[in-house]
């Protein structure tokens, strides 16, 4: 087997002897710069990516954010087109979700997960760079719709035949986020498949399907892991609650993708080929792709949340001084909270007509889940209650997430009660409630989570007056931003609607609320800046400097490729916490040595692999658009998918031997402790 | 080939391999996968069980154009070929190279004659008059259908890569009676999901005097 052919140990990568992989190509281990980049497999470099790309792209939805409140703070305002507003706010809901908050989160997963349950990596980790690219390249292609928006509205196209042909000619997509039948989808009989919105619809199509196959892949994966990698005497119940949360995330991304996947491609196969699954005048039923979309985009929203939860869990707990309250009640709440989550979904439909027993049966569940998320609440205050507490920005911005989260799932119990909320579907109320579920809390634990782990990633220390002021800046901000919009939504003001008449009494607090947009607008690019600063040129700081209770903090900062030198054993829950003040320390395997540390080889082909859907994204919506030949395209994107997965099979996994320092110098203690 | 190679060394929490766990954890979303499409189709026929109007204007009902006998016979084709499957697998952990080879060349013959038989079948209810096009049956049926169909040839390539990697001398040992099992968990699921495809596509439309929608023709049609 290839891997028998180890060389001999090195002490860094770059003295490694060229190495062929079984097809005969040169691995490229011994990479360094953009190359090694482009081809890693180590877990916490693909986890900066992630992080990288999420940030980028927050800044995008940002933009959009503010392009549709500048529009909206004076009545009758004509700072964008209907049509465009339509395109930013479907760019700004599906960007924020799938390119910003999703990613940012797998960002964490992947830096995280390995190092908190003792492994060295993922368990498949070149599977793990296809996720990365896999969902580079899909949000490329979702993105990419806004240039061919701007040519066509520059001119670029007219001199085309096909353009002549279109006659809705959205090129980014206008649809909401979660693009509702028969408007995403056709009208006409026999295969005519006329189409209500242009080809953004079919950008988002293909975009969603390959972000979702890069958001399934990672998630086997990590389940995987976590299932299946744990470093000895770490238990289920002695997992840190952040690794708990990505197991429950994952669980319900592989469970509630399917879904929207199948409604995709029978959307697809409506727009594309003429099929008839939500077309109306065939007996299309739209109201099924709601079912569908929903039964998916609800687990969403805790896929979304979940994390966040997680990183709360590590950070109050740290700078309390104390260990989680009720750690086994958190841990079963959040599974609890997935649970239920897939049987909620038809509280997004309460307006659709379901009868009376499937509305009540659905208000009772929404209330139902409540339950948990406030035991996750008052487990939180138990934390704090009684703590030493010290202020840092990651805890100021955990304590926020408490208050603002909890705002957010008052009014989101109001949505559980039917009639009440039929009088708010559709209103500015549903835009302030999931603002402040996924801002005031989703964002804000995000942005915890990146200031508590930041001086272990670069082994740099933020800047922390002005983490402050951004932390003030977002929750000032955001208060102001989304508080009134309770008020607006109460009053009448419909969502998705692009301007709105003077003398209903909304004027004042839409200006209000666009006042608020800038200043989190500015809370939060001060944040990036701040945090983008400091893994360039921050000040060094030590490897624990927040005095962590993970293993991830027992770790030198930036954190060496093969983790742990000698793979740990643990003794109990908060096993660095222990190992420092308690009794029981970190034992340690007796690995290593000379022959060093077993780490996989880099390679091309999960990035050629991913390459395949940049061709099938492009070809999917020219199919739709009818360019001639444009069929090819996707079948050509798909060989592409096929040849580097096959590659990627005949490669072998290579891999190569490093040593590790503690061969030298180690201040490790190497008895084991108590069992 | 896995990506783990020092799984000897060290071996996993739960005992289960990784490649393992991760193709049961597949298995679980595709059946949400699955699940989808079949309900799609369950839901569309209750709505309209009348069938669907071909390009003559004629009102056409799904047991007219099912030849049920045909379809049974795939059936049993596929469930033998889970047979064969399964005595690959157990002859690769018994070391048996050649038996392998025989056993999963036989596998690869009967996933093609299923996916010949779905051609057939395509190729004759499209001359019937059921498109994707003209009704919502017709886009349910060949979606859902068309799905377990690639399915199944991506085992049928698979499994065809797997037979001529096997000549290389590198598909041996404790992973390679792995990497079979695996291909054989994928095969045994791509056909149970067939199973219940068949009973609730093609089997139920007989149940009844009318079908079991309500309307549609006696079952001894055509």
């Known amino acids: 087997m290839s891997h028998d052919s180890h060389h001999a140990p090195v002490a860094c990568k770059t003295e490694l002897a060229p190495e062929r992989s079984d097809l005969g190509l040169i691995r490229p281990d011994r990479a360094t710069g953009w190359i090694d980049w482009l081809t890693t497999v180590d877990h916490k470099k693909i986890g900066i990516l992630y992080g990288a790309f999420a940030m980028f792209y927050f800044l995008v939805g940002g933009v959009e954010a503010l392009a549709i409140r500048t529009q909206l703070a004076r009545p009758d305002n004509d700072f964008v087109t209907a049509r465009m507003y339509n395109q930013l706010f479907t760019m700004h809901g599906t960007t924020m979700i799938f390119l910003g908050v999703m990613p940012l989160s797998a960002a964490f997963f992947n830096f995280l997960v390995p190092l908190q349950i003792g492994a060295r990596d993922v368990a498949f980790p070149r599977l793990n760079a296809f996720s990365l690219w896999t969902f580079v390249f899909g949000a490329f292609v979702l993105n990419a719709s806004w240039f061919f928006e701007f040519a066509h509205l520059a ?83 002695r997992l840190p609650v952040f690794t708990w949360m990505t197991l429950v995330t994952a669980v319900l991304i592989i469970l509630a993708f399917p879904a929207i996947t199948v409604a995709l491609i029978e959307l697809m196969f409506d727009r594309t080929f003429g099929a008839n699954f939500f077309n109306p005048s065939a007996g299309g039923q739209p109201v099924l792709w709601q079912h569908l979309f929903w039964i998916f985009g609800h687990p969403e929203v805790y896929i979304l949340v979940l994390p966040a939860m997680g990183i709360v869990s590590e950070v109050l707990p740290t700078f309390s001084g104390k260990s989680l309250f009720g750690y086994p009640i958190i841990v079963f709440s959040g599974a609890v909270i997935g649970f239920l989550g897939f049987a909620v979904w038809s509280h997004h439909m309460f307006t659709t007509g379901l009868g009376p027993v499937p509305t009540a049966a659905f208000s009772l569940l929404t209330m139902a889940i409540a339950v948990p998320t406030g035991v996750k609440i008052f487990n939180w205050l138990g934390t704090i209650w009684g703590g030493r507490i010290r202020f840092t920005p990651p805890m100021v911005l955990a304590l926020g997430f408490i208050w603002m989260f909890m705002c957010g799932g008052f009014s989101g119990v109001m949505h559980s009660a039917a009639p009440a909320d039929s009088q708010q579907q559709d209103s500015y109320f549903v835009i302030a409630h999931f603002h402040y579920v996924l801002l005031g809390g989703v964002l804000l634990g995000l942005m915890a989570g990146l200031y508590f782990w930041f001086p272990k990633i670069f082994g740099r220390m933020p800047n922390a007056p002005i983490a402050y002021i951004a932390s003030g800046l977002v929750i000032l901000g955001f208060n102001v931003a989304f508080g009134p919009m309770h008020y607006l939504g109460l009053a009448g003001q419909p969502r998705r609607t692009h ?21 989190l607008g500015i809370g939060v690019a001060l944040a990036f800046v701040n945090l983008v600063w400091t893994a360039f040129r921050g000040k060094k700081c030590s490897n624990d400097p927040w005095d962590g209770r993970t293993l991830e903090w027992s770790l030198p900062s930036p954190v060496p490729e093969y983790n742990f030198a000698q793979a740990p054993i643990v003794a109990t829950r908060d096993a660095f916490f222990e190992d420092k003040h308690g009794s029981k320390r970190i034992g340690s395997e007796p690995d290593g040595g000379e022959a060093g540390v ?10 050629v692999a991913s390459a395949g859907f940049l061709f099938i994204g492009f070809g999917m919506p020219m199919m739709a658009m009818g360019i001639p030949h444009a069929g090819w395209m996707v079948i050509g994107g798909l060989g592409v998918l096929f040849l580097g997965i096959w ?13 590790t320092p503690v061969n030298r110098d180690a201040p490790v203690p190497t008895e084991t402790a108590a069992h | 080939m896995s990506d783990t190679a020092a799984a000897h060394e060290a071996p996993t929490s739960t005992g289960i391999d990784h490649k393992k766990l991760i193709m049961w954890l597949f298995l679980a979303s595709d059946c949400m996968f699955f699940g989808t499409l079949i309900s799609t189709h369950l839901l569309y026929r209750k709505l309209f069980p009348a069938g669907f109007t071909d390009a003559e204007g004629h009102q056409r009902f799904i047991q007219n154009l099912f030849n049920i006998e045909l379809t049974s016979f795939s059936t049993f084709i596929l469930l033998m070929s889970s047979f064969l499957m399964a005595l690959a697998v157990s002859a690769m952990h018994k070391g048996q190279i050649k038996s392998f080879r025989r056993n999963v060349l036989g596998v690869i013959f009967f996933g093609v004659i299923f996916l010949g038989c779905q051609v057939y079948e395509f190729t004759h209810f499209y001359h019937e008059g ?24 991506i085992g049928v390539l698979w499994l065809i890569m797997m037979y001529f990697y096997s000549f290389t001398g590198k598909l041996g040992g404790h992973m390679g009676a792995l990497d079979v099992e695996i291909a054989g968990l994928y095969w045994h699921f791509v056909d149970i999901v067939w199973i219940i495809i068949f009973t609730a596509v093609y089997l139920v439309e007989y149940l009844g005097p009318n079908g079991i929608w309500g309307t549609g023709l006696p079952a001894v049609a055509k």
């Open chain 2, 130 to 153: 059921l498109t994707i096009q003209n009704s919502v049956l017709g886009s349910t049926f060949y979606v859902l259908t068309g799905t377990h169909g690639t399915h199944v040839a």
């Open chain 1, 155 to 237: 001119g670029w196209f007219n001199s085309f035949e096909w353009h002549k042909a279109l006659v809705y000619t959205d090129f980014a997509p206008a649809n909401g986020w979660f693009s509702y039948a028969p408007l995403s989808g056709t009208f006409g009989q026999n295969g005519q498949a006329l189409r209500f919105t242009g080809v953004g619809t079919d950008f988002w199509i293909i975009g969603i399907q390959v972000l979702g196959i890069a958001s399934l892949a990672a998630s086997f994966n990590f389940i995987c892991t976590i299932i299946n990698m744990r470093a000895k005497g770490m238990t289920m119940m």
């Open chain 1, 598 to 607: 077993h780490m996989p080889s880099q390679s091309w082909m999960p990035l």
């Open chain 1, 647 to 659: 590659l990627w099979a005949l490669e072998g996994p290579g891999g190569y031997m490093l040593k």
């Open chain 1, 499 to 519: 301007t709105y008449h003077a003398g209903n009494g909304w004027e004042q607090w839409n200006y209000v609320a666009t006042i608020g947009a800038y200043i």
